[in-house]
């Protein structure tokens, strides 16, 4: 059974602070994916990766930046968390060749103070 | 850049009634896939369609991806209880990553 988990469900933090999302996928997939959900607004791509020490930046990069080591493990940084970056982040992951499935994670609501 | 819009934002719908949602994109897609939130959930995979004027089914759910691979509908027949929650389109372009429409959020009354 395919599996992406975050490190956290919830987590609340200050702004300025720097913060850290982990994603890891146990389904050996290329291409891993941060997204932002909020409402109205469906699914905005933040930062993809097709490989390892691979990053491209998505449709709203901007106050992020990505790390990815290990083929398992994607994680999203924030350098210094503003309250309109207050949302669920979503990642997920995907077989090379782009047009698989996605699976995603279980999500991180953020929430700046 | 791509764009996908999706209408409704919103629907409510009685349990049994017919439910559609509606997904143009602003440019011709290589396939278009469909995924469903439920409440507290994360989206998951329904399906994908890849040719042109192509119809799939499951269960009381009908897809279909428009002619001129630029739009896409799903369609639930008399719905359930269990068919609440956001659903999603996803169009795959000349870029390699997905673009998500903005979802419908479909409430069914009992």
């Known amino acids: 059974d395919v599996k992406v988990t975050q490190s956290s469900r919830y987590l609340v933090k200050r702004t300025g602070e720097k913060v850290f999302l982990e994603c890891v996928q146990d389904m050996d997939h290329e291409n891993m994916f941060w997204y932002r959900q909020d409402p109205g607004l469906g699914l905005r791509l933040i930062y993809f990766s097709y490989d390892v020490k691979m990053k491209e930046k998505g449709d709203i990069p901007e106050g992020y930046s990505v790390s990815r080591e290990k083929k398992e493990r994607f994680s999203l940084i924030l350098e210094s968390a503003s309250t309109n970056q207050t949302s669920m982040y979503l990642c997920a992951s995907r077989r090379a060749g782009g047009t698989d499935t996605q699976y995603f994670g279980p999500g991180t609501r953020l929430t700046v103070l | ?110």
Request: aromatic content about 10%.
């Open chain 2, 1 to 110: 850049g791509q764009q996908v819009m999706q209408i409704p934002q919103y629907q409510h719908v009685q349990e049994g009634e017919d439910f559609t949602t509606y997904c143009n994109s602003s440019t011709t897609l290589s396939n278009i896939q469909w995924y469903k939130q439920r409440p507290g959930g994360h989206p998951v995979f329904l399906i994908q369609l890849v040719k042109s004027g192509e119809v799939k089914k499951q269960k009381r759910l009908t897809f279909q991806f428009g002619e001129a691979k630029k739009n896409s509908s799903l369609h639930i027949t008399a719905t359930q209880t269990t068919d609440v929650g956001t659903y999603f389109c996803a169009g795959s372009g000349s870029a390699r990553q997905l673009t998500f429409g903005s979802g419908t959020q479909l409430t069914v009354l009992p």
